[in-house]
């Protein structure tokens, strides 16, 4: 379906209103040509030297039709306005939907600065076009055909001198629309990336700063800064040459109205009236044939904005729920990886033919090197990715059988990479559970250790975390973040290396808090310190992306091999800190 | 995975507005009086659109005055029909030539404004970056990275939008006012005096309604502020919203943010609907009395019909500029607003400067002197760092351990002055590091931070970002120094793979090896290693430690570790603890001194080599 077309059908969703505002229309073109014609008539009357009354009485006619025509305008410029502004809440709504459905695989591969670039800026550009211009559109194409049947019943004669020079404005309006488009598109596409650039600059400010990139990164900004100003200064040219024409094509057909029209009257084909009332139509119309212009610039800029936002509604989530997946309330906690390989990219697997069971209940300790698979092993279980090959179960159930919601309610994760909103320390912590109680937060953050050094904020767990992003280190967000992921109390729970930025020390305090949480429920634990593997009952041992050892400590130490080389490696590191000590 | 470090960076904020979006800071004559000051280097073009205005303007006068005397002269002469088609055809002509230098200078004016607003919208853009750029760490801390994003891209645009498609029109509107009124004077007083006597009750209508308009207009800037702050929120934080399947709450917010942006919308459309129509009445008044009155004056003989129908137009005209008001009237408040916003940034007054006699360092030896330092965050808020006193020597390996919080950050951030200290000095060989050059200080410095932060870009071009004159092999060397050469190999393009595009096949250990990478390429005299292996497995942190033991060598170096075991080649160790340098020396003497550091190396000592037996 077009983008006109599916712009059309979230209009006509408010039928009513496009009724009402129809209604509008007619009424004020048709009342405001009405001024016009009561002006002809005064015309004539003077001319013919008529009684000052009846010229009194078409005078204050002209105020009794503009009240008509004014309500008119106030309906349908109300009304554009309010179904325009309703359109957009629907077009963000789905928007922001769709966004919200879409699968891990697609923000990966959509910056940040982008998306927030579709869900605002180009919103705004459909709604600067539906609220300012639309109403402004509507209006005058319709005043164009009222103008065009009032010269005709006036006056057949005065038609032609009077319009004449109509079509070549919408000749023109075609072309520059088509000239201006991929400028238009251009805009969009730049204001997005002038977006990303800023906020990767931003982010990485650490970085920039520490390394005196600074003028790099200006550079960096000032290219594409220059090439936003130069499309638009391209499209500032064009406009240039189009808004004025308007104007001016209704000024030549003043020139040749008059020359016609003017022969007209001298021969008596025409009274002065018509002459007048035919002039005043083409001032009237003069400002809307200018606002023509800006109209379709907004339309274009929309229109580009529009298609970006389709794109991303029309993107179907790779992991979406199947037709008949089923609600799982509770479960025991059995996880099973059967012939389970993973891959973003042909022929690179970042896992090899996984099988393993974990029952329920138990704890796991992932261990391997950089880049062996931890992650992506764990991301699998609540779907967050679909194995490309091979089938992971919960309690024996395919996780793609399982509706997503309830899915997710039963595996927790604590990723490695920590992420707070800008809202109360408490309301982070409850961002699982909505509504809970201040004790069980507190609970659930005295485990996690944030209870400790949230209650020396001076707002204690009502701080902002935005105000205060600067001075939480990378270990006290972790902290809220292990919070938040207990608080959730899911049957799985998962922590993706999620104490790397905490305290030796803490992270102690933390495993042997964490004991009672992880006793009732299957608890996965990606780690790069062999000291959490106390927690575990057995390890699994990722090397290139094979499981290549499952086991108990004590039964994989005695195989010697790569845990044995792990294990060895941090003993070594350790103990020849010792050995320096000694 | 694409945003990590994106969001995670400790001021990275969220990308959410909170801030108040209350009202702006500067009244709008400063502002224009500012925009005035900004367009100067483009006062040439400045110049020619106020000329082509004039004449525009000028012309839109004209026009009325030759149908007036067409009609009088030649079509309609004394209340008949008249013969004289070659004097009309002379009218027409001007009239078309008029027309033709009404579009000239239109054209003029709308590339002229343009040329100048997009120069001063470019320039405030750059002039904001550029600022961004020069501001400590400490005013990004309660801004959100989201919020600023907003002000440079965003209410810049607003004020964009503004400058390109209506100010034209409103200045060209206003001053046709002047020129129609003074034209209406000349030609007849009375009938001048009638017309024009609607601009006091339609400068009424526009006092009384503008407090409301103003209000409802500000009440959608603030409703619209707020959706952006829950829209960019949404969007970075999903990955945490899906795995929670926080999805309806989350959009339930969104839904209400969404709701209120509309209603406020609502009526705030209200009453620019209202405007609009009641200027037209007003308007409508005038034409009853220019055309009652008019009559009169022609029925004793003052005045043509063709004048009249000439008032009529000018009526017609003079409101115009009204009409634009009402209707540009809320994008005139959002660009004032947004203008502030961005002028805010742009004036923000830079807390670490550059002292005008700054030094330049050629070489670098290394010395490292905290004198006394103190500083705290932010007012009210207890000390991050408390008189600490420390020297180091040049090459000497430096760890500094503590708990979360303890101040090892901080410590950093004044080395390399992202703070000044509240109290004390740092001294780098000697100079206060105020008194250095700020390129000099940093360019001898490098820091490998908890959060690896890369930029999209190639894998080279990341690693090259330590030290941009660094040749191909120099880059390729430094990666097989810290074991990174064999999983770059392995990517698509090798060194050119995209980082962006591949960071779904780049780990977060990975990420941190590269910046290691990026750091030890600029080989610099001063190293910081920030938590520089957290996130990367024992096996590979061995390697990684080889390497850094060749590069520790020649060089003083900062580590700051949770696990002990990086810290092993430290020839001596600075304990912190709330701010406070609590202890210090050898791991020798401080395991003799039974004090913190003891206790955090036997817990990690126990743990690392106990695990818990299987049952």
């Known amino acids: 379906m077009s983008k006109a077309l599916r712009f059309i059908r979230y209009l006509l969703r408010y039928k009513l209103g496009v009724s009402a505002i129809a209604a509008g229309i007619a009424v004020t073109v048709y009342t405001r040509l009405l001024v016009p014609a009561f002006i002809n008539i005064i015309t004539v009357d003077i001319t013919s030297r008529a009684s000052l009354g009846t010229i009194l009485f078409y005078s204050l006619a002209i105020i009794g039709v503009t009240a008509v025509s004014g309500v008119g305008q106030f309906v349908y410029s109300y009304l554009t306005q309010t179904t325009g502004n309703k359109m957009v809440y629907d077009i963000r709504h789905d928007l922001f939907t769709s966004i919200q459905s879409k699968s891990f695989s697609f923000y990966d591969q959509n910056q940040v600065g982008d998306l927030i670039a579709r869900a605002t800026g180009d919103v705004e550009a459909v709604r600067r076009f539906v609220t300012q211009s639309m109403g402004q559109l509507l209006f005058t194409i319709a005043l164009m055909i009222g103008v065009v049947i009032e010269l005709v019943s006036l006056n057949p004669l005065l038609l032609l001198p009077g319009v004449g020079l109509m079509p070549i404005v919408a000749l023109t309006g075609y072309l520059f629309d088509r000239q201006q488009s991929p400028n238009w598109k251009q805009v969009r596409d730049q204001y997005a990336v002038m977006n990303t650039v800023l906020e990767e600059n931003l982010t990485g400010m650490r970085v920039v700063r520490a390394f005196t990139r600074e003028d790099y990164e200006m550079k960096k900004f000032d290219e594409i800064n220059r090439k936003y100003y130069n499309t638009n200064m391209a499209v500032a040219k064009t406009r240039a040459y189009f808004i004025p024409l308007m104007p001016f094509l209704i000024g030549l057909n003043i020139a040749v109205l008059f020359y016609f029209g003017g022969i007209f009257v001298m021969r008596g084909q025409v009274s002065l009236g018509d002459l007048v009332e035919a002039y005043s139509i083409l001032v009237i119309i003069t400002p809307n044939a200018r606002f023509l212009g800006l109209t379709l610039s907004q339309a274009l800029n929309a229109s580009w904005g529009l298609e970006r936002i389709f794109t991303t509604i029309d993107t179907t989530p790779e992991i979406r729920d199947s037709p008949d997946s089923i609600v799982m309330k509770d479960a025991r906690g059995e996880i099973a990886f059967e012939n389970v390989s993973f891959s973003y990219e042909q022929g690179k697997p970042l896992l090899k033919s996984v099988n393993v069971t974990i029952q329920a209940g138990e704890t796991i300790a992932i261990v391997g090197k950089t880049g062996s698979g931890k992650t992506t092993f764990a991301n699998l279980i609540p779907r967050f990715y679909d194995a490309t090959s091979g089938k992971v179960t919960i309690d024996g159930v395919d996780v793609k059988e399982i509706k997503l919601q309830s899915l997710r309610r039963l595996v927790g994760t604590v990723s490695q990479e920590t992420f707070l909103f800008s809202r109360s320390v408490r309301d982070n912590i409850a961002f699982g559970v909505r509504g809970a109680s201040l004790d069980d937060i507190v609970r659930c953050a005295k485990v996690a250790h944030a209870d400790e050094f949230i209650r020396t904020f001076p707002k204690g767990y009502d701080t902002i975390v935005g105000e205060r992003g600067s001075t939480l280190s990378g270990g006290q967000k972790q902290r809220i973040a292990i919070a938040r992921a207990l608080l959730f109390n899911p049957r799985i729970l998962i922590f993706d290396d999620s104490t790397s930025s905490v305290d030796v020390e803490t992270e102690y305090e933390i495993q042997e808090a964490m004991r009672t949480m992880v006793a009732n429920r299957t608890t996965l634990l990606i780690t790069q310190r062999l000291s959490t593997i106390r927690l575990a009952d057995k390890i699994a041992v990722f090397d290139a992306g094979e499981l290549v050892e499952f086991g108990t400590h004590d039964d994989l130490i005695g195989k010697r091999g790569v845990y044995t080389q792990i294990f060895e490696a941090q003993f070594a590191s350790t103990s020849q800190t010792i050995r320096s000590g000694a | ?615």
């Open chain 2, 1 to 615: 995975m694409s945003w990590q470090g994106g969001f995670g960076g400790p001021q990275s904020g969220t990308g959410a507005y909170i801030e108040d979006q209350g009202p702006k800071s500067q009244s709008d004559w400063t502002l224009i009086r500012r925009l005035v000051k900004y367009s100067r280097e483009r006062k040439r073009e400045v110049a020619y659109m106020v000329a082509s205005v004039a004449i525009f303007s000028a012309s839109g006068v004209l026009g009325p005055i030759l149908t007036a005397y067409a009609i009088d002269e030649y079509i309609f002469p004394g209340g008949r029909p008249g013969d004289d088609v070659t004097g009309l055809s002379v009218i027409v002509i001007a009239y078309m030539l008029i027309s033709l230098v009404t579009y000239a200078t239109e054209n003029i004016q709308t590339y002229y404004m343009a040329t100048a607003g997009q120069y001063v919208v470019y320039k405030l853009r750059k002039d904001a970056v550029e600022k961004l750029e020069k501001l400590s760490l400490r005013y990004f801390n309660n801004r959100p990275i989201g919020a600023i994003i907003s002000h440079v891209t965003n209410d810049v645009e607003v004020f964009n939008n503004f400058l390109t498609f209506q100010s034209t029109q409103l200045i060209s509107g206003f001053t046709s006012i002047i020129g129609i009124a003074i034209v209406m004077f000349f030609i007849n007083v009375e009938l001048a005096i009638v017309a024009l006597s609607i601009v006091p009750m339609l400068a009424l209508l526009i006092y009384l309604l503008h407090g409301r308009m103003k209000e409802a207009w500000m009440s959608t800037r603030r409703s619209v502020g707020a959706l952006t702050a829950k829209v960019a929120e949404s969007v970075a934080g999903i990955k945490v919203t899906q795995s929670f399947a926080a999805e309806e709450a989350d959009e339930a917010e969104f839904a209400e943010s969404n709701r209120r942006n509309l209603t406020t919308n609502v009526e705030a459309a209200k009453w620019s609907s209202f405007v609009g129509p009641m200027a037209q009445v007003i308007q409508s008044f005038g034409i009853f009395a220019v055309f009652y009155v008019g009559a009169t004056i022609i029925y004793s003989g003052g005045l043509e019909i063709g004048i009249l129908a000439a008032f009529y137009i000018w009526l017609n005209n003079l409101f115009r500029p009204v009409q634009q008001i009402t209707q540009f009237y809320p994008q005139y408040q959002s660009a004032m607003v947004g203008l502030d916003r961005v002028l805010q940034i742009i004036d923000a007054p830079v807390d670490l400067n550059e002292s005008p006699d700054a030094i330049e360092f050629a070489e670098v030896r290394g010395e490292v002197e905290f004198r006394h330092v103190s500083l705290r965050y932010k007012e009210g808020d207890p000390n991050a760092l408390t008189d600490v006193n420390v020297h180091i020597q040049p090459r000497e390996i430096v760890a500094i351990v503590g708990q979360t919080g303890a101040g090892k950050s901080t410590f950093v951030n004044l080395l390399f002055r992202f703070y000044d200290p509240d109290e004390g000095a740092v001294l780098l060989d000697g100079h206060d590091v105020r008194d250095l050059k700020f390129q000099s200080l940093r360019k001898h410095m490098a820091i490998v931070l908890q959060d690896p932060f890369l930029f999209s870009g190639s894998v080279m071009e990341n690693i090259r970002y330590g030290n941009l004159d660094a040749t191909d092999e120099d880059v390729i060397r430094v990666a097989k120094d810290v074991g990174l050469d064999d999983f770059i190999m392995g990517l698509p393009q090798k060194y050119d793979t995209l980082i962006r595009e591949s960071a779904n096949n780049i780990s977060t250990g990975q990420k941190q090896l590269v910046a290691i990478a990026r750091a030890l390429v600029a080989n610099p005299n001063v190293l910081v290693l920030d938590e520089a292996t957290s996130k990367v497995d024992p096996f590979t942190e061995v390697l990684i430690q080889r390497a850094l033991d060749k590069a520790f060598s020649d060089r003083t170096t900062f580590i700051i570790a949770h696990r002990l075991s990086t810290i092993r080649m430290a020839t001596r160790i600075l304990v912190l603890d709330h701010g406070r340098l609590v202890e210090e020396g050898s791991h020798d003497e401080l395991l003799r001194k039974d004090g913190v550091y003891a206790k955090l190396y036997r817990i990690q000592f126990q743990n690392s080599v106990a695990p818990r037996p299987s049952e």
